[in-house]
């Protein structure tokens, strides 16, 4: 139970989260993340961990979508970890990188889900307190996979876990969500945004220690692939609920 509500059963790896308000956005850091606001989200399901290399094989042979492409040459090891169009058995555990928005929004569509809306993804990360981290407001160093080498098994910090027991929110990769990236409400001006770019949200693995905020916002094109941009997926619940 969380917020008092009576929690829906989630699928398999996943966890729900409560209809209801929640602090989102700071007036403290970036003028991407102003202003600090109550939203109010209904209720839905989220991954408890980012999409791994593992589950992106199955979606890759049953679909034969193209696997995820190199962006080093020649590949690093941590970073580029399918080689030639394959996934090393080493790797499966970790979180699927170097796929584009299309990519994670298809794999997204095949699982029968879908990418988190923004407000959905930073609710699951910081809960209806409005705390700066997954796990409280102040940074603990070695809570979360940020200025690491490469991105970690998922579940592998157990303290960067959010208050619905969402894990790597904080760091090991940053994940796509649905929305376009905008100004939010009474922001600063249109200018300093991209219109083209899709949000990506949550810490990596090669972040500065105290720069993973719940609220931390960035932007990129949905074209791009990097060696620290994964996802993880959403449900809405059953119409009736």
């Not at 299309?102 to 307190?129: F, S, V």
Request: charged share 25%; with cysteine; proline share 9%.
């Amino acid at each position: 139970m969380n917020g008092g509500t009576v929690e829906e059963a989630p699928p398999p790896g996943m966890v729900y989260v409560s209809a209801g308000f929640f602090i989102m956005g700071s007036d403290e850091d970036t003028d991407a993340e102003r202003p600090r606001r109550e939203v109010f989200v209904e209720a839905f399901f989220i991954d408890k961990y980012e999409v791994t290399n593992a589950q992106y094989l199955k979606f890759v042979r049953a679909t034969r979508h193209a696997p995820p492409a190199a962006t080093e040459e020649p590949p690093i090891p941590g970073h580029n970890l399918w080689m030639q169009g394959k996934a090393p058995k080493e790797v499966m555990d970790l979180p699927v990188v170097n796929v584009t928005w299309e990519d994670a929004a298809a794999y997204a569509a095949w699982a029968g889900k879908r990418l988190p809306n923004e407000a959905e993804w930073e609710k699951a990360a910081r809960g209806t307190d409005g705390r700066r981290y997954p796990w409280g407001n102040e940074f603990v160093k070695g809570c979360c996979n940020v200025e690491g080498k490469g991105a970690a098994r998922v579940g592998s910090s157990p303290h960067d876990k959010s208050p619905f027991d969402c894990f790597d929110m904080a760091g090991n990769v940053a994940e796509w969500t649905a929305d376009w990236f905008k100004p939010y409400p009474r922001g600063p001006d249109d200018t300093l945004y991209w219109e083209d770019c899709k949000v990506i949200r949550g810490g990596a693995w090669d972040y500065l220690v105290n720069s993973p905020r719940c609220a931390k916002r960035l932007a990129a094109n949905p074209k791009v692939r990097s060696n620290y941009f994964g996802f993880r997926c959403a449900q809405s619940l059953p119409t009736g609920r």
